[in-house]
């Protein structure tokens, strides 16, 4: 299932859920209409006199409209008054939707000519297809800003960088943080680069966290699972039932996490696939996360100019450098 389909899907569930409720309140209705008539009667007069009403507003006839207006509150008194005698609950002819605010419709009730605005209750829905759409939903408990411990990383100063690992990563963490921060603002792009072991998949499970709880659209991908599917769709695109939206969500969603790139088997086809993904997300102005193994220099030497070109034009490049965190992490719990 894709992005689109889950909205789809979760919009079908909302339609089952408003019938459910709707015909319930029917049969209810029925149950009560059969054992006090009157009421039911009542329903029938009150629905009479409410078009009435209409008509003899819309007409300009005042009169009438006035005692169409004094009959709607008789009636109304005497139906309460026979509820409130047979002990049947004010909310009795309200439908139990499970949402009050949209009643089960996903959306609140729009201002005219204002367009229909998400109810909370269906942004916690896409919410949660989101994250298991993202790939990385189980992963995210562990890995996320809440747990990053700068610890982890040497606090000696590393020569030739003129700094730290650990003071490093604290500049990366503010980078990643103010890229979530400023998602809606500011239009920018990440590239996170140096050796395996180091922290950049856990910076960009971070990332990811956080505009998936804020109810952004984030697909996260490795290198060589995108560019499979990429080839296997080329060649097999006839049997391949959700490489569509797959690759419509690539350029398509708010953000995309492309990590571990140069992992994958380079291909003219994989180069040719990575600058139009590249391309037409930066013109969509759709930002990207990308975390590679390779120096600027093999991915210039891995990649096409262009594609470089434009990495260096519109991302931000963080270098990650310092011993393997898992490695200090294991020998942390040794020590402990």
Known sequence: MGY?????EVMRDYE??????????LQRKAALYAKL??????ENQMTAVGLNLVKTALAGNQPEHDAARDA???????KRAIMEENHV??????????????????????EAGQLAVRCNCLKQRMIEAYYSLSNIKGILQDENFDTFDDRCFSPAVTESEGLSPQANMQT????????????DTVFSNLLLYGPTGLGKTFVCHCIAKDLLDGGRTVLY???PRLFKVVEDYRFNRDSMEDADEMLD?????????????????????????????????LLAKKPTVISTNLPPTELMSHYSERIFSRFVGHYKMLKFFGDDVRVRKSLRRMQS
Do not use: M, W
């Open 221 to 223: 991908l490795t290198a």
């Open 72 to 78: 709607a509150k008789k009636l109304e008194i005497e």
């Open 37 to 42: 008539p009157r009421l039911a009667l009542i």
């Open 4 to 8: 689109k389909t889950a909205y789809r």
């Open 89 to 110: 609950p004010a909310d009795y002819f309200a439908a139990a939707y499970r949402c009050k605010l949209c009643k089960d419709t996903g959306y609140l009730p729009a």
């Open 172 to 183: 990366i963490y503010r980078h990643a943080t103010d890229f979530v921060q400023d998602f």
């Open 249 to 281: 969500a690539v350029t398509d969603v708010d953000l995309l996490v492309l990590d571990d790139l140069g992992a994958e088997f380079i291909t003219v086809i994989t180069s040719s696939a990575l600058f139009d993904i590249v391309n037409q997300r």
């Open 16 to 25: 089952a859920s408003r019938q459910e409720a709707e015909a319930a309140l």
